[in-house]
C-alpha cells in the first residue's frame, strides 16, 4: 500500500521559533498533498492543500503567513509553523493523493508542542 | 457546504458482540465516501472508498454499505483490536478535498 512518513514525530519548540514539518510519499508521487490539524478528541480539519510547484491554497481562516507551504516534488512538501505560539500546539497530519480514484493516504502526524 | 455526521459519538462493546457505525452526509455531487480508522497519537489508516449507492466494500471483520444520504460500517464479531476511532469523510465531486465526520470512538472490552 501507499506510504506517507512524517517528521519529526514529536517536537517541542519555544514560543517565537519557527518549526518546519516534512512530509514524504515514500513509494509513489504524490501530485497533492494534504496538512491537517487536530486538536484533543476533535476530527482533523484541513489547513491546506498544497500542489507540487504551485502555491498552496488555504481554508478559510487558516493564516498563510503563519503556516508556510512549499510542495518542492512530487514525493516532498513541508509546513513550516511561524513565529509559534502556545494555542499552535496540536497533532499535524498531511495526507498524499496520487491521483486516479481519490484516495488520500495520510502519514503518522507530527506532535507539535510550543512552550 | 459538506457535512459529514456520524453517530454514536462512542460505542462500547463486548467482544463478539456486532454493531454498526452510521455515517450521515450532504455533499454537491458525490465522488467518493471514505472510512479511515485511527488509533490514538497516529494518523488515519485507510479502509474503504465507496462510490455509488448500493456499494458495498469488506475487509475482515467490516462492512462499509453506502446510499445517497448515509453509510454504515457494520464490524461484525469484534475483537479489543477493532478498538479506535472510525472517521467518515466525503469528497466532492469538483474537488479532492476531504471532509471529515467527528469520528466513533470503538472500544471492544474482551
Known amino acids: 500500500g501507499a506510504v506517507v512518513s512524517q517528521h519529526p514525530s514529536r517536537v517541542i519548540c519555544k514560543s517565537g521559533t519557527s518549526v518546519k514539518i516534512e512530509c514524504r510519499s515514500l513509494?509513489?508521487?504524490?501530485?497533492?498533498m494534504f496538512w491537517y490539524r487536530q486538536f484533543p478528541k476533535q476530527s482533523l480539519m484541513l489547513m491546506a492543500t498544497s500542489n507540487e510547484g504551485s502555491k498552496a491554497t488555504y481554508e478559510q481562516g487558516v493564516e498563510k503567513d503563519k503556516f508556510l507551504i512549499n510542495h518542492a516534488s512530487l514525493t516532498l512538501s513541508t509546513l513550516t509553523v511561524t513565529s509559534a505560539h502556545p494555542e499552535d500546539s496540536s497533532f499535524y497530519i498531511c495526507?498524499?493523493?496520487?491521483?486516479?480514484?481519490?484516495?488520500?493516504?495520510f502519514g503518522p502526524g507530527t506532535r507539535l508542542t510550543v512552550t | 457546504e459538506d457535512q459529514v455526521t456520524q453517530s454514536p459519538e462512542a460505542l462500547r462493546l463486548q467482544e463478539g458482540e456486532s454493531s454498526s457505525l452510521n455515517c450521515s452526509y450532504t455533499v454537491s455531487g458525490l465522488r467518493g465516501l471514505f472510512w479511515y480508522r485511527q488509533d490514538p497519537g497516529k494518523g488515519p489508516e485507510f479502509l474503504f472508498t465507496?462510490?455509488?449507492a448500493g456499494e458495498e466494500k469488506e475487509k475482515e471483520r467490516l462492512k462499509a454499505t453506502l446510499t445517497k444520504k448515509e453509510s454504515f460500517l457494520h464490524i461484525t464479531a469484534p475483537k479489543p483490536e477493532d478498538s479506535a476511532t472510525y472517521l467518515c469523510?466525503?469528497?466532492?465531486?469538483?474537488?479532492?478535498?476531504?471532509?471529515f465526520g467527528a469520528g466513533t470512538t470503538v472500544t471492544v472490552r474482551a
Open positions: 469523510a466525503v469528497q466532492a465531486s469538483n474537488d479532492y478535498k476531504l471532509s
Open positions: 465507496l462510490y455509488s
Open positions: 495526507s498524499a493523493f496520487g491521483g486516479g480514484a481519490g484516495e488520500q493516504y
Open positions: 513509494d509513489f508521487q504524490a501530485t497533492t
